[in-house]
């Protein structure tokens, strides 16, 4: 149902909702993630991708019994988590205290409705164009009036959390050869939500963003150490490009003032 924009012939690109949200805040971070140079892990994603975890296993096994949390976490940690806790180097009372903090968050995603829920952390990929592949992972879809409601969990506040909604309703409009009813982000910690509802219009309109980002990403791959528009902002603080990156130094520098 949607024609996805030709492109220019390149590099194969892989264009994760990741990528996408990273070349909209500064392209040449972006770039950086192609070359293989990525974020450090985080004690705060860490948190994050535990919690998920925790949220997925809920919806699809179950409420977790009360006291049963820590080795729920422990066993989640142990399916996948392990080689992100060894990169952070916790110690056991650093770790008690994330699952302590993950635990606050459970209280609060149970008290969620789940009334409609069909699958959790749905990954999906197309690839739509020769050389070309999409993909994401939807923290969880449910059935809603007039299709299906895609919802993304975040663990902190809503910050530039419509382009990764945008990008998700494509993925999914490409995947399924529908428009989701609704693509929803809510904040466990805050509250807060975003909500939007994609039109035929809106889904061609990203279309046409990740095609105009794919062809410059391609032109400066295959130039050797070419580089693109730096955009700085409080993102730089996590940038691996940060030693190098004068804009990102500048930006810093300001912030701590
Ligand atoms: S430090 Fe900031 S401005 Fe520089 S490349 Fe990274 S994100 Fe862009």
Same mark, same amino acid.
């Given at each position: 149902m949607i024609e996805f924009p030709q492109v220019n012939p390149g590099a194969d690109v892989t264009v994760s909702a990741t990528l996408f949200m990273t070349f909209s805040r500064c392209p040449d971070q972006a770039l950086g993630r192609l070359h293989g140079l990525y974020p450090e892990e985080s004690r705060a994603s860490f948190r994050g991708g535990l919690a998920h975890r925790v949220f997925a296993r809920h919806l699809s096994s179950? +409420?977790? %019994?009360?006291?049963?949390?820590?080795?729920?976490? #422990?066993?989640e940690i142990g /399916? *996948?988590?392990? +080689? $992100? &806790?060894?990169?952070?180097?916790?110690?056991p009372s650093? &770790?008690?205290?994330v699952i302590k903090e993950v635990g606050d968050l459970y209280q609060r995603f149970k008290t969620l409705s789940a009334e *409609?829920? #069909?699958? /959790?952390? %749905?990954?999906?990929?197309?690839?739509? %164009?020769a050389g070309v592949t999409l993909r994401g992972s939807v923290d969880a879809v449910f059935d809603a009036a007039g299709g299906r409601r895609l919802v993304d969990w975040k663990t902190g506040g809503l910050y530039e959390t419509e382009e990764?909604?945008?990008?998700?309703? !494509?993925?999914?409009? &490409?995947?399924?050869?529908? !428009? +989701? $009813?609704v693509v929803e982000a809510v904040s466990i910690e805050s509250g807060e939500s975003i909500t939007t509802r994609p039109t035929r219009e809106s889904v061609v309109a990203t279309a046409m963003v990740v095609a105009d980002m794919v062809n410059r990403?391609?032109?400066s791959l295959d130039v050797a150490? $070419?580089?693109l528009e730096k955009t700085a902002g409080p993102w730089c603080r996590y940038c691996p490009l940060l030693s190098t990156c004068?804009?990102?130094?500048? $930006?810093?520098?300001?912030?701590?003032?």
């Open positions: 179950g +409420p977790i %019994v009360s006291g049963q949390l820590e080795q729920a976490c #422990r066993e /399916a *996948g988590l392990n +080689p $992100a &806790l060894g990169s952070l180097g916790l110690r650093e &770790l008690t205290a *409609g829920f #069909r699958d /959790a952390e %749905v990954f999906l990929e197309e690839q739509p %164009v990764q909604l945008a990008f998700y309703a !494509l993925l999914w409009a &490409l995947t399924h050869r529908e !428009l +989701p $009813a990403l391609r032109t150490d $070419a580089e004068r804009e990102g130094a500048a $930006a810093i520098k300001l912030a701590d003032s």
